[in-house]
């Protein structure tokens, strides 16, 4: 049995499919397991990363455990209760979602998030790969209403570059880290095959859905005052605003081998995602 946290999240639901699609046996953990949209055959069940009790029945009987508990700054104990937990229960082998930069102290406290739980899952003396990645090609999803609209998205970023990643070979790499040992004991800093700017995004995806995608680039003063206004905390918002600057100050301007040396194949483009995911950006009706 392989247990999935995150179940319906981006990485977790491709986790999922590719698993059941292998004929693994898998659990999905989710909210709201009666929602959540799982593949024939995998058993959903009730369960939040912060709910020690529900990780902890999740766990009965696995073998192998995708770990995700970093949502914001308050997570990191709970992140560390997932691999606690899964030692306890007798799992064998962890991969634990973590984020690219962890550690950097020029991304200030969001670079401390996951270290607990990376510290965990090192110290855990199970079998572990910790994943890494840099930004998703689908946080472009998020220019949906605008494109639809005619609008201008709006740009956190900057002018700032980063090696956008496929969550789908994320999610490859995730599901080879779970069923083979080989990637015990590895960090993997997961990459697409170059680096882009919001802008340089927006152009590839404005020729694959053959019209415009403007942004507008948001001052410091208007980022934080939308991710005020989205209900994070001050705290939270503060954190991604020293994120959002360490990467206009090409912070996060990287690229890395480990996706082609761990699939044996080129990382997808951003281009690729946007070609197979123009529908999403289409009018709505």
Same mark, same amino acid.
């Given at each position: 049995?392989?247990?999935?946290?995150?179940?319906?999240?981006?990485?977790?639901?491709?986790?999922?499919?590719?698993? &059941?699609?292998? +004929?693994?046996?898998?659990?999905?953990? #989710?909210? !709201?397991? @009666?929602? /959540?949209? $799982?593949?024939?055959?995998?058993? &959903?069940?009730? +369960?939040?990363?912060?709910?020690?009790? #529900?990780? !902890?029945? @999740?766990? /009965?009987? $696995?073998?192998?455990?995708?770990?995700?508990?970093?949502?914001?700054?308050?997570?990191?104990?709970?992140?560390?209760?997932?691999?606690?937990?899964?030692?306890?229960?007798?799992?064998?082998?962890?991969?634990?979602?973590?984020?690219?930069?962890?550690?950097?102290?020029?991304?200030?406290?969001?670079?401390?998030?996951?270290?607990?739980?990376?510290?965990?899952?090192?110290?855990?003396?199970?079998?572990?790969?910790?994943?890494?990645?840099?930004?998703?090609?689908?946080?472009?999803?998020?220019?949906?209403?605008?494109?639809?609209?005619?609008?201008?998205?709006?740009?956190?970023?900057?002018?700032?570059?980063?090696?956008?990643?496929?969550?789908?070979?994320?999610?490859?790499?995730?599901?080879?880290?779970?069923?083979?040992?080989?990637?015990?004991?590895?960090?993997?800093?997961?990459?697409?095959?170059?680096?882009?700017?919001?802008?340089?995004?927006?152009?590839?995806?404005?020729?694959?859905?053959?019209?415009?995608?403007?942004?507008?680039?948001?001052?410091?003063?208007?980022?934080?005052?939308?991710?005020?206004?989205?209900?994070?905390?001050?705290?939270?918002?503060?954190?991604?605003?020293?994120?959002?600057?360490?990467?206009?100050?090409?912070?996060?301007?990287?690229?890395?081998?480990?996706?082609?040396?761990?699939?044996?194949?080129?990382?997808?483009?951003?281009?690729?995602?946007?070609?197979?995911?123009?529908?999403?950006?289409?009018?709505?009706?």
């Amino acid at each position: 049995m392989i247990l999935v946290t995150g179940a319906t999240g981006t990485i977790g639901s491709e986790v999922v499919r590719e698993l &059941a699609a292998r +004929g693994e046996k898998v659990r999905a953990l #989710s909210r !709201e397991p @009666a929602q /959540a949209r $799982v593949p024939s055959g995998v058993e &959903a069940v009730p +369960g939040h990363h912060r709910d020690r009790a #529900s990780v !902890e029945a @999740a766990m /009965a009987g $696995v073998e192998a455990a995708y770990l995700v508990g970093v949502f914001g700054p308050d997570d990191a104990e709970h992140d560390r209760g997932l691999v606690e937990a899964a030692r306890a229960a007798g799992v064998r082998r962890i991969v634990k979602l973590s984020a690219i930069g962890t550690g950097d102290p020029r991304l200030g406290v969001f670079g401390t998030w996951h270290l607990p739980g990376e510290k965990a899952v090192r110290a855990s003396g199970l079998e572990w790969t910790v994943l890494r990645p840099s930004a998703f090609a689908s946080n472009t999803l998020s220019w949906v209403t605008a494109v639809r609209e005619g609008t201008s998205a709006p740009n956190m970023m900057g002018d700032g570059r980063q090696g956008v990643v496929d969550p789908r070979d994320v999610a490859e790499i995730a599901v080879a880290a779970l069923l083979d040992p080989g990637h015990a004991g590895r960090t993997y800093t997961l990459t697409g095959p170059e680096t882009l700017s919001a802008h340089e995004q927006a152009a590839v995806l404005g020729e694959v859905l053959g019209r415009p995608v403007p942004l507008h680039d948001l001052s410091p003063e208007e980022r934080r005052e939308q991710l005020l206004a989205a209900g994070l905390s001050e705290t939270y918002a503060d954190g991604l605003m020293i994120t959002a600057r360490f990467i206009h100050e090409g912070g996060n301007d990287v690229v890395t081998e480990d996706v082609p040396e761990v699939l044996g194949r080129p990382a997808g483009t951003y281009r690729e995602w946007a070609e197979d995911h123009r529908d999403a950006f289409a009018p709505a009706g």
